[in-house]
């Protein structure tokens, strides 16, 4: 037995409820071990229920939700969309899926979130030649909503629809109204790293009940209704499996004791590390509640010459997973020529927030004494570089 002081502590490991074998064991008494099923029903109607809209989709990732929501929009060959840099790859991979060309806006400092102010120029550049994107994908980043009455506004004034990816937020809020519901479509992500999971996974929701019956179709394979096997345009392997919804549903009991304790462990880094010069955390915007998905520490780099990178290395010799900050899509080697436009043109917020910005082990199953260990140790290091 390894004592706790040396046992690995993760980023954000999954954190079942005990509920999940239940719907499994279902499953397997059923024989509903086939694709879909009893599960995929409850699961896709408790999620619906749960952010108060007409229907959802539960698929194989949060990524395939994102891909068949432009799909539905229309997004085909040499349109463009509009999307958030700071974010994950799974937000931006289903443009290229689509043959278009991603349009990269930044943060706003108050937020992390897709800056208004750079939406607007590239409205404005878009404007000028005379072609809008097909969609703006607006990230919710680690938890937190961005400010959509501000953004909606902007979008909604060109006529063009919102894709919200809440991969990272779901339970979170805005103005009270739940994190996924803002656009016309909005995803949720339950890989294994995520607030709640189902191993691997994730559900497109929308108020449009044609617009997911469409997406339903396009997601087992497109197959036209004929006796045989026919198919008139392209589709997908991309439903969730029975077993996996079970594992969803025992999830989603548990989803708002998750959330809290999320933000209870945000609340122990904040008040241990918050006196330290140049330490500071992701704000949390008034608007809304954030999950805290991940706790986000801060840098300055003007009170702190520590890098994130060395921190992050001296928790590794303590056997303590961390992550820098996503780093920007525009910044990725696979989107070099793509337009970018940033918070102000001084400077990139995203570019800095990579810069200084540490990921700390966040999950619910987090033990105070194991988030102690890593409060001791980051404390530690700083101390050395003063
Ligand atoms: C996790 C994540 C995704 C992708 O979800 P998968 O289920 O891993 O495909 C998309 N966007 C963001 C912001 C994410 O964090």
């Known amino acids: 037995m390894m004592k706790d002081t040396q ?40 999620i619906a229920e749960y952010v108060g809209v007409s229907g959802a989709v539960a698929l194989s990732s949060g990524t395939a939700a994102i891909h068949l929501a432009l799909r539905l929009l229309g997004v085909a060959n040499g349109d463009r969309v509009f999307c958030s840099s700071l974010t994950f790859i799974g937000s931006v991979s289903p443009i290229l899926y689509q043959g278009a060309e991603p349009v990269f806006i930044d943060s706003e400092p108050e937020n992390w979130n897709m800056s208004a102010a750079a939406l607007e120029q590239a409205f404005i550049w878009a404007g000028r030649d005379d072609k809008l994107p097909k969609a703006v994908v607006i990230v919710d980043l680690y938890g937190q909503s961005a400010d959509y009455d501000r953004l909606l ?34 995803i949720f992500s339950f890989n294994g790293n995520k607030i709640i999971t189902t191993s691997g ?11 997911l019956e469409k997406s339903r179709f396009l997601a087992t394979q497109a197959r036209d209704p004929a006796p045989y096997y026919q198919h008139s345009e392209i589709g997908y392997n991309y439903r969730m499996s029975n077993i996996l919804a079970g ?12 959330v809290n304790a999320r933000r209870k462990i945000f609340e122990l880094y904040y008040n241990e590390l918050k006196d330290i010069e140049g330490v500071s955390f992701m704000p949390e915007a008034e608007y809304g509640t954030a999950n805290r998905w991940l706790t986000v520490m801060n840098l300055d780099q003007e009170y702190c010459k520590v890098r994130p990178g ?3 290395d001296a928790l590794e010799r303590e056997n303590i997973e961390s992550r820098p900050v996503w780093k920007p899509m525009h910044l990725q080697p696979l989107f070099a020529g793509c337009r970018y436009f940033p918070h102000d043109y001084k400077y990139s917020v995203s570019d800095l927030l990579f810069n200084t910005g540490l990921c700390l082990p966040s999950g619910s199953s987090l033990t105070t004494v194991q988030q102690q260990r890593v409060i001791y140790s980051i404390k530690n290091v700083l101390s050395k570089f003063r």
Not at 201 to 211: K, P, R, V
């Open 310 to 312: 060395k921190i992050m």
């Open 247 to 258: 594992i969803g549903r025992g999830q989603l009991k548990v989803l708002q004791e998750r």
């Open 7 to 46: 046992s690995r502590i993760y980023l954000s490991p999954p954190h079942m409820s005990g509920f999940e074998q239940e719907y499994i064991s279902e499953a397997f008494t059923s024989n509903w071990i086939a694709p879909l099923g009893p599960n995929v029903d409850a699961f896709e109607k408790e």
């Open 201 to 211: 996974g994730g559900i497109l929701i929308s108020n449009d009940i044609a617009a």
């Open 153 to 186: 506004s902007i979008c909604n004034y060109y006529g063009v629809p919102v894709i919200e990816d809440a991969a990272e937020a779901m339970g979170a809020s805005y103005k009270g109204k739940p994190c996924g519901t803002m656009g016309k479509y909005g």
